[in-house]
């Protein structure tokens, strides 16, 4: 067999060229799929269905990245110069610090690649693949050369395929060939052009790509970086400098913070000059002073802000696929949702069939014409196989699923029968059809099936004018009970070759029931205390979308639901986004509509969330600030398109994680706040010194320490804080808010004046009193240490009072900040820190006039706090 040879070579084969018998023979296949052994071979033999990417970064090129700062260069140049002028203390210490930095960075920056990549891996591709005759659902990364896959509607193409049947088929070639017109398939077209371009190869689909409409089944030539979007993704695969958009927003933070600090240190070495100060310690000085209040840690805590809210999400069952979604989905103020898996519980059960003269329930279907089961099995789209245990198990739409089990439960033999009628024709569902139709022959006989929305499946059924109003009436009023509405309607033909949409006989409509979600009005509820509106999009019916909105809490009025009618004369008219401001729930929706929903809500400053599973879906979670799809239910590019995943098909899920991304949101302004207050208040600290003329007040190895022991990791652990409460009773931050807004600015200048100024009065009365130099230094660095373990506490929440705000979720902050205050105090007693930071024991009342003094701190920012609070209340 031509398997034999090479993996190479076989890939100069140009599938395009060749006829699906050629094909089959080529690939060592045949129509009813691989073996399972013959899977494992090749898969042993050439591996896994996997694209290039780029290489993850080892630990030691994570530990060398903490390096490349230009901060770093200057403390390199500065313990190089230490070494000089044989001053190893000051220069083992400096090499100290910079490696215990670069240990705790790279600890932090490896964890959170290793739990992306953990993320990364819950979002899988599965595909519909026929092997030993059977049709089973695989992992896209486990199909093989020679697999015949199935697709359908909003179906990624997960590898190379020579198409073997097309049904209508469209595909979305534009990730390939830039191209947004979808495409038409032919499975039989045969060039004898090798080099013919891609966007003309009929016969072909290309892994990457998408199918926007119809239905196929191909062999498969080419897997991994032998497809040709692998071809590409092996020129792609360097490093992305791109970087998320909020983190990329707090490094240019940083960066004029640094430019500013800069400035100053610049001035500060300028007087030190002019006062005459030894140049190498007022070099090393001012390089101290520089690291100690740049924020140059700001954009990995973020990260790990970040990656712990992902994961504290993935627990939740929200899976995010891009970082910075976290903290846009905490600023969501509308969520558009859909019903059906979303809101409810995606279990669809036939209960009643309604025939022209009578209601038959599950229990009485014994007078059911035949037709209706036949109608109900063969439209359907559906897959089935025979269970072990001697039943069907069913693959594929909810609703297909739900007519086949009707007809199962009536006699299984309408199941088993289906597959002894020959299919002629087929018009497959889509959305904006709201119908199927489908030309099935046994023994001559010719027989016509549709099924699909009431109002479009009478139009082409022998029904008259008076019939029509009077069915359409019974459907609203089965609607208004909350049922989804699916008509039936078959006809006998003759020798047609294509299915006529003319002259078919009304059979009636089935009664499908899909319950509400237990959670999903709390959870709605929830949304809405935040300030969040939820509007529920759907293709149902309006009476049947507007009893379910109102059994979930969304709307208490007819006035609050838009029908396909209004729908249309919106549209016509302009879509004028004012018309949608009262209404909460849109029935039958068309993909376009939807899209223009969710633009129109942008144009009144909504920050717009939107639910979606199906290729129908795939524009409006394109166009919405957030996009959330389906991890259940979710086709391919419904998940491709979208920002975060459902694992659960959920809307509490999203309640969640809407929670989550404000919680990250509000950690990230406790990291600024702590950083930029403490950092503040040092350079307070110093020019006052300095322009009081006043010696050092800190020596530059001790602003290392200090800057080591406390914001080293507090500022992580913030990151870590749990939610404060009632997070989820505030209104809705604009998205458009900078972080430094006025009450973080009126913070960081109260509370950095606060450290700065008490620190400075205290240094000023020791050396006044007779305190020596060194002595007054020791006091003062033990009470920045006290300060700043003091100030992480005030940073822990922005407006709750500090007793409202539990501390049994930050043990791990409250064990650090113990732990830096003892190893202080060590430091006082031990010779050789002693003789590296210049310190010296204090007596216990020093130690307690000065933690009095830092708590002072405490009583400020709570005064303020109460202070802002009451104004807000005026």
Request: proline share 3%.
């Amino acid at each position: 067999m031509y398997y034999i040879f090479s993996y190479k070579k076989r890939w100069n084969i140009h599938f395009h060229t060749k006829t699906i018998e050629q094909t089959f023979s080529l690939l060592d296949s045949d129509h009813s799929g691989l073996t399972e052994e013959s899977v494992y071979a090749r898969q042993e033999k050439y591996g896994l269905n996997i694209l290039p990417s780029e290489p993850e970064m080892s630990f030691l090129e994570h530990f060398l990245q903490q390096f490349k700062s230009p901060i770093i260069y200057v403390l390199l140049i500065a313990s190089f110069m230490a070494l000089i002028i044989q001053e190893y203390t000051d220069a083992g210490f400096i090499l100290l610090v910079l490696l215990l930095n670069a240990v705790i960075g790279t600890y932090q920056e490896y964890s959170a690649s290793q739990k992306a990549k953990l993320l990364q891996n819950l979002i899988k591709t599965n595909v519909m693949v026929l092997r030993d005759g059977e049709l089973q659902e695989v992992d896209s990364r486990q199909i093989v050369t020679g697999d015949i896959l199935i697709f359908e509607p909003g179906t990624k193409v997960s590898a190379d395929v020579r198409i073997v049947e097309a049904n209508n088929l469209m595909v979305d070639e534009s990730l390939l060939t830039g191209e947004s017109i979808d495409v038409h398939k032919d499975a039989l077209f045969v060039s004898a052009n090798e080099d013919l371009l891609i966007s003309e190869r009929k016969n072909m689909l290309f892994a990457g790509t998408y199918i926007s409409s119809g239905r196929g089944l191909g062999i498969v030539t080419a897997i991994g970086k032998e497809t040709e979007a692998g071809k590409i993704a092996q020129l792609l695969s360097k490093k992305s400098i791109a970087k998320i958009p909020l983190v990329e927003k707090m490094e240019k933070l940083s960066f004029t913070i640094s430019i500013a600090i800069a400035i100053m240190v610049i001035i500060l070495f300028t007087v030190g000059v002019l006062k005459d100060m030894e140049f190498y310690g007022l070099f090393l000085f001012a390089v101290a002073l520089a690291v100690s209040t740049i924020p140059e840690g700001l954009p990995v805590a973020i990260t790990v802000a970040l990656t712990s809210a992902s994961l504290s999400m993935s627990r939740k069952n929200v899976i995010i696929r891009k970082l910075a979604a976290i903290e846009g989905l905490g600023a969501c103020t509308l969520i558009a949702s859909d019903k059906t898996g979303t809101l409810t519980q995606n279990r669809l059960s036939v209960e009643y069939f309604i025939s022209p003269h009578m209601v038959y329930d599950t229990d009485s279907l014994d007078d059911v014409h035949d037709m209706v089961y036949l109608a109900s099995v063969l439209c359907n789209e559906m897959h089935y196989k025979e269970s072990e245990e001697g039943g069907v198990d069913f693959y594929g739409d909810q609703v297909d699923i739900a007519l086949a089990q009707f007809a199962a439960n009536a006699d299984e033999s309408y199941i088993t029968s289906s597959r002894s009628y020959r299919k002629i024709d087929e018009i497959p569902y889509e959305p904006i059809n709201r119908f199927s139709a489908v030309m099935m022959e046994l023994d001559e006989l010719i027989f016509q099936f549709s099924k699909g929305s009431p109002e479009t499946v009478l139009e082409h059924c022998n029904v008259t004018q008076e019939e029509k109003i009077e069915i359409l009436n019974e459907v609203d009023a089965w609607a208004l009970k909350g049922y989804r509405t699916i008509a039936l309607a078959y006809k006998e033909s003759s020798d047609e070759s294509v299915i006529n949409l003319r002259n078919f006989t009304y059979l009636g409509f089935v009664a499908i029931i899909d319950p509400v979600r237990e959670e999903s009005p709390e959870a709605i509820k929830k949304a809405q205390e935040a300030g969040i509106k939820v509007v529920m999009i759907t293709g149902d019916h309006p009476n049947t979308a507007f009893s379910i909105a109102q059994e979930l809490g969304i709307a208490s009025s007819r006035e609050e639901v838009m029908s396909e009618k209004e729908l249309l004369a919106w549209e016509d008219g302009g879509a004028v986004a004012e018309a949608l401001k009262d209404k909460s729930v849109f029935s039958r929706v068309t993909p376009a509509q939807k899209m223009m929903i969710v633009m129109a809500y942008q144009s009144l400053g909504h920050y717009v969330a939107v639910t979606g599973d199906g290729v129908n879906d795939a524009p409006a979670l394109r166009h919405a600030n957030i996009g959330v799809a389906m991890g259940k239910s979710g086709t391919d590019i419904a998940k491709a398109t979208s920002d975060i995943i459902l694992t659960d098909d959920n809307f509490t899920s999203i309640v969640n994680g809407i929670e989550e991304g404000r919680r990250a949101h509000d950690n990230i302004r406790k990291v600024v706040y702590l950083l930029i207050s403490t950092g503040f208040a040092e350079l307070v600290l110093v020019m006052l010194s300095f322009l009081t003329g006043l010696p050092l007040p800190l020596l530059p190895v001790q602003l290392l320490w200090l800057n080591l022991v406390t914001n080293g990791i507090e500022d992580v652990m913030l990151g870590l804080e749990k939610a404060e409460p009632g997070l989820l009773q505030r209104k809705p931050r604009s998205p458009k808010e900078p972080i430094f807004n006025r009450l973080m600015l009126r913070r960081i200048f109260i509370g950095g004046l606060y450290i700065g100024v008490t620190s400075f009065v205290l240094f000023y009365i020791l050396l006044k009193n007779g305190e020596s130099e060194e002595s007054a230094r020791n006091i003062i660095l033990l009470l920045m240490v006290l300060f700043e373990n003091v100030h992480v506490f005030n940073a822990r929440t922005e407006t709750n009072y500090l007793h409202k705000v539990g501390y049994r979720s930050s043990m791990f902050l409250i064990f650090w900040v113990i732990f830096t205050q003892l190893l202080h105090i060590a430091c006082l007693y031990i010779p050789f820190m002693q003789n590296v930071l210049s310190t010296q024991p204090v007596s216990f009342n020093m130690w307690l006039e000065l933690a009095m003094i830092a708590l002072g701190l405490v009583a400020v920012m709570e005064g303020d706090k109460w202070l802002f609070i009451k104004s807000k209340s005026v």
